[in-house]
């Protein structure tokens, strides 16, 4: 439904195929001995390294990145020396002949003007030792442009080595496009994060501090805890944290919330939250459940007649965590809900919309928001979390 995209993480199990099919098609096949063959055991150290070497471009063609991926691209090629170039200079260099280095970027220029894979058939060389005397240059290339090069050095290429050279190219470009979907999601998110602190409704902010000044003849003892809960709300609302929390941190917020909104509608709003312990921990995203409970509560119980109720529920469903927000307000069109889930943009159900989009750039599409509604009958609203998920939990800083 979500026009919103995740991490394709079978093309990283292509592009790896495609490498190990590539280097193993220059190996000649051998008679089996013992449990494996020759090709299974080279298959096998191929998928290795390139998993070496993957993990150094996660962040894309980066000067740190290249630097420790070099030697593992070399290690597949079995190349003398290896060089890694972007648009504008040489990343990495790594083996023997490193006199040659500041010629690489040279050396690719051809790959860079026709976005074809080239062999350099001379390379002049004063020490007589050196084993560098020929190369073979691929270009490495996202959305249609060619932004690096990897360049192989030899003494003699083959054309095994250039096939070579073009498949790793073309693997480490999907990991460069891997990259720059993962910049781009993370991208998306924080513009829907600072649209939906955007959208915290004025209306709220009034009403609770209208609310707390009511208290403050009357009961002065709980305008202060009423003008705390409004402070640790609005603190944890505008933080500029990471775009993750734990289950118990969000909950924590919606109580606070809460609190202020029965502060407004008295006995009119009437709350249960049934949650199990064992999924406090669970990370979900920063701002995934209050927006539904502030929806459940504006739109399902504003202009409901006597008391309104909401149920809170968090629930261990083995592998997942399923929370769900019911309320017995309104309801809604289910066609209007469809539409919003969507994309169409609607000022009133900015927070449901929103928060669907960013389960959905996480978990993937099959994780975004349930929603059961009808006019007249209410709304519940469920998602599921992933115990474990990578996005949620992947650490920070640089790897080694």
């Known amino acids: 439904m979500s026009g919103t995209f995740h991490l394709p993480t079978a093309a990283v199990t292509a592009g790896l195929m495609l490498l190990v099919l590539g280097v193993v098609w220059l190996l000649r096949r051998g008679r089996r001995k013992g449990f494996i063959s020759e090709v299974d055991k080279a298959t ?30 070399l290690a597949i090629l079995g190349a003398e020396a ?8 040489i990343l990495a260099w ?29 390379i002049t060389c004063a020490d007589p030792n ?24 030899t003494t003699d290429p083959s054309p095994g080595l250039a096939r070579a050279t073009e498949e790793v190219a073309g693997w480490v470009s999907t990991q460069v496009a891997l990259a720059e979907l993962a910049r781009t999601r993370t ?72 609190v202020l909104e029965q502060a407004r509608f008295g006995d009119r709003l009437a709350i249960a939250l049934l949650v199990a312990p064992e999924v406090l921990p669970v990370q979900v995203p920063y701002l995934a459940v209050q927006p539904l409970v502030e929806n459940a509560v504006r739109h399902g119980l504003a202009d409901k007649v006597g008391t309104g109720h909401v149920t809170i529920t968090a629930v261990d469903r083995g592998a997942y965590a399923e ?16 539409r919003i889930l969507d994309g169409a943009h609607s000022r009133d159900s900015v927070g449901l919309g929103n928060v669907d989009a960013r389960l959905r750039q996480v978990y993937g599409d099959d994780f975004g928001l349930v929603v059961e509604t009808a006019p007249g009958a209410g709304t519940k609203v469920t998602f599921r979390i992933p115990k474990f998920a990578p996005a949620a939990h992947a650490p920070t800083g640089s790897r080694s």
């Open 44 to 73: 096998y150290s191929t998928l290795h390294t390139a998993s070496k070497a993957s993990a150094h471009l996660a962040d894309g063609l980066t000067a740190e990145g290249a630097e420790r991926a070099a030697r593992h691209l």
């Open 323 to 338: 929370i769900a927000i019911e309320d017995d307000g309104a309801g809604a069109d289910p066609e209007q809900i469809r």
């Open 94 to 122: 790594h083996g023997a002949g490193e006199s040659h280095r500041r010629e690489a970027f040279g050396h690719a220029a051809q790959v860079r003007d026709t976005g074809r894979t080239a062999v350099i058939s001379t």
């Open 187 to 258: 991208r998306a998110m924080e513009a829907e994060l600072r649209a939906l602190r955007a959208q915290i409704s004025p209306h709220f902010i009034y009403n609770s501090l209208a609310a707390i000044a009511s208290f403050v003849r009357t009961d002065p003892d709980r305008a202060r805890e009423l003008l705390l809960d409004f402070a640790d709300f609005t603190r944890y609302a505008l933080r500029t944290g990471g775009a993750f929390t734990t289950l118990a941190e969000e909950l924590r917020n919606v109580e606070r919330y809460l």
């Open 82 to 89: 290896l060089a890694v170039c972007d648009g504008s200079g």
């Open 130 to 153: 050196c084993p560098l005397r020929a190369a073979v240059s691929a270009p490495v290339v996202s959305e249609g442009l060619v932004v690096g090069t990897i360049t192989a050095y």
